[in-house]
């Protein structure tokens, strides 16, 4: 008898899910979590604008396990959502496999990359990190007294490079005999989310010297930020706006408008365009922040510089070298 | 003293700590303004309702009967390896490298080779903490665990410098050729006439494992090299003292025991991803743990264990989609299980042990 029971329970919360869910958008957040104050949640940011201002829903869904991804995709392409959003490269492989399965159904990879000419219902939208990660080594390199400026990243992956080989161009444009430090957190995905552990990182960086670091390491970063203002040097935050979180220890964030892309994305809805997107400085896509948190740590001549900079990256006339574009880098180590 | 009947023991004492676990589990679903009884009815039809939650639900519960395997084998010898982890990582690494090399013309024979790889790379990564152990007295828990770091930084470097294809960002091997993929359990199970979801990740390692199970059963109950392990890990002293060679066995079952580990990859890497990524072992050499306590390191226990666990996974995974239950409670369900089944486990027994007693003691 129950298991009858379970049956028409599995019938009927299938039949309410695929009548509830007609074309509401989903959101997939990588294995970082919803609430990583980072990259995750500025895609959560982006989705909840969206929802604010059209008065729309949308599904969101935190994956556990790797198996999951494809899962997921297919469950919440199924129960008829669309289109469906995902963040992190980790998930271009598995919605390279589901997308020919559900044709009407448009992905989104944010970081990831599924060639466009064999899944034509997928939009791959990436990230010019490497563009905004120089911009605020340029304020680091300026802002350091030492000479000497610091790096966390997660994990040791080419995304992470990316950031890291940006910046470290920056810091040497900015001030060309500086030093720059390069940690890696981890080696598993745990580095994601170790404040302590990047904590600690920071506390030796600042032993060597490091007056500024930048964390591009999600959860961990928090630790890193934290670790800075204890021990009254800068940090650099990244993702979202990280500067209200220690107000005036804070030099600035690299902003990766994943909210952005998110947000349009759900706008575009069913009749989103496919393709391949790059989102860089011109596109606003990446940027350094600044607010009253900020402000006194910054000077007009940083600002003034850094600007410049910018300007001559959009024009094409500062080309900054991307770490994945062969897998070396002109100024940093890996 | 008489004891009580023993599938009391084997059966009753886990049902009970089990829906304890549940029933406080649903109290905390309830303080956070859920309703416990809907989160159960998703969480059992999502795992256990349709063939296609079962194909989920096998599919992890293969990976943690190897990893249980694993820990059940060396425990019997009084060794605790928590070294599942890395040596899973290594045996992915072994399979890994076995399908991307050889153009194999069938999955047959590229998976031979793989359980072969799978095997000797999990059992070298447990040879040298147990080697340590052995001839220098290095304790096994902080060897092995220190093994996985080792393992997860070496298994970083090798995709991130050498098995990533340029241009990926994902830090992953290429895809292995077709003729490499396991096939599925559904279309085995299809094929046969029993009809099956498509789709879903279970596939031919479950067998393997099942023998594994049994091979393992055979080996510890039904083999002088069994009874040498048992004896070793009951009194080290009365072994050494009946001519079994202490260095011997540590050896053999660390290896046995790494080598079941490893073998778990050949349901990820192989059998559901096709290549090999950063993150394919995900914790199942620590559930590993919980399971081979759980089922009393005896193989048919871990196969149920290891089956809970999958439903936990499966029905975990099925909350989050379903419901605005947040997955973090989902490893506080697991959490709970684990302490009233492993830890607690005496907590039920004895109660339980007492009312017996005393019914056989009216009657």
Redesign the interface.
Known sequence: MTLTK??L??AA?LAL?AGAATADPALIYD?G?KFDKSFNEAAFNGATKWATETGGTFKD????????RE??L???AGAGFNPVVTTG??M??PIAAVAPDFPDTKFVTI???VDPAAHPNVLSIGFAEHEGSYLVGMMAGMKSTTGTVGFIGG?????IRKFGCGYAQGVVAAKADAKVILNMT????SAWNNPTKGAEIAQAQKSQGADVIFAAAGGTGMGVLQSAKDQGILSIGVDSNQNHLFPGSVLTSMLKRVDVAVYDAMKAGPDLETGVKGLNLASDGVGYAMDENNADLVTPEMIAAVDAAAAKIKSGELVVHDY?SD?TCPAAQF | MEKMPRWADVLLVPLISLIIAFLISGLVILAIGQNPVEAMRVMVTGALGSSYGWGYTLYYATNFMFTGLAVSVAFHASLFNIGGEGQATLGGLGVALVCLLIPWPHWSLALAAAIVAAAAFGAIWAAIPAYLQAKRGSHIVITTIMFNFIAAALLNYLLVNVLRPQGSMDPASARFAPTTNLPELGAMLNAVGIPFAKGTPANISLLLALVCAVAVWVLLWHTRLGFEIRSFGKSQKAAQYAGINPVRITMVAMLISGGLAGMMAINTVQGEANRLLLNSVEGAGFIGIAVALMGRNHPFGVVLASILFGFLYQGGAELALWTQIPRELITVIQGLVILFTGALGYMVQKPVEALFMRRRGAR
Do not use: K, V, W
Request: glycine share 12%.
């Open positions: 379970h049956l329970g599995a919360t899910f294995l979590g869904l935190e994956i556990t396990a790797e198996a999951q899962q997921a297919r469950q919440l490269f980790g271009s492989d970081d990831g990359y994990m040791d992956i080419p995304l981890g080696t598993d995905p994945m897998n």
